[in-house]
């Protein structure tokens, strides 16, 4: 028991590391912290109570929402507004950006965007789904409502980014821009105790993600890397393998600790690629790059791509160096 470090200890000890060292980032986090147990309370339950299925409507990217969509939406949307250090969100869930009222929220200094629980639709096949979250300091004046502009920051302007995964074992992985973090909850305790220091990317890997029934519209380069994978035999002769669960966190999440590279090009059904930019590929590029990998879009890095739309999507490729940039020569090679 001497030995645990919790999320809570760890966050403070590091709380030296962060720019302009603030304990309101340290605060906010512990939000995230409250909010990711009440979540993960539920989806451990959702088999049992009438949580799970649709609520017959549609979110804002017109896809079906799940219950626990909103229920993980609304929780951590409370958690934030309580404390002090918000002055708004943006969610998956929400079709605009919502800034909070109060006066003392107004007052914050930052802003959250999150995709409350992703890849929502495999919870009645209780497959692991996530929650991804982002964080910026605003740029309108303290004082005043959040504008657009708070949340429409480039990636890299991140001051911390992470997510938790609702697997086998609920884990929350953050970085603040100082390497990154994993803990595992134990809910006997009730606390995420220290599991994954430094979390690195291995610089290579075998395994790819991505889903081929999708492959007749796919872009030539992206055909040209799956028939690399499927034809080549790597120097140390371990072939590559296909693993896709429909889950990015739990795709990225496997992919961050065996080394492997997550694809979502653009496709017939998602021209731009079917992931959004600001609550779902720049924290993982950030946490990504952290970890020592890759995320671009094809032609440029994640995080310095220029928002323009709340939930604006843009294909992306995420994972192992070598293997990113792999995708890239192809995609370089254009139609040749
Ligand atoms: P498809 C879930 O909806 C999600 O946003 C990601 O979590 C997941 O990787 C992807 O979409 C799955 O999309 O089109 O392969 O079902």
Known sequence: MTDIRTLGEFIVEKQNDFPHASGELSSLLGSIKLAAKIVNREINKAGLADITGSVGKENVQGEEQQKLDLYANDKFKAALEARDQVCGIASEEEDQAVSFNRQVNRDAKYVVLMDPLDGSSNIDVNVSVGTIFSIYRRISPVGSPATDADFLQPGHLQVAAGYVIYGSSTMLVYTTGNGVHGFTYDPSLGVFCLSHENMQIPEDGHIYSINEGNYIRF???????????????PQDNRPYTS??????????????????????????????????????CNPMALLIEQAGGRATDGQQRILDLIPTELHQRVPFLVGSTNMVNKVEAFLHEGDE
């Open 243 to 280: 693993r896709y669960i429909g889950s990015l966190v739990a795709d990225f999440h496997r992919n961050l600790l065996k080394g492997g590279i997550y694809l979502y090009p653009s496709t017939a059904t998602y021209p731009n690629g079917k992931l959004r930019l600001l609550y779902e």
């Open 219 to 233: 872009p030539l380069g992206i055909k040209k890397y799956l028939k690399y994978c499927q034809e080549c035999v």
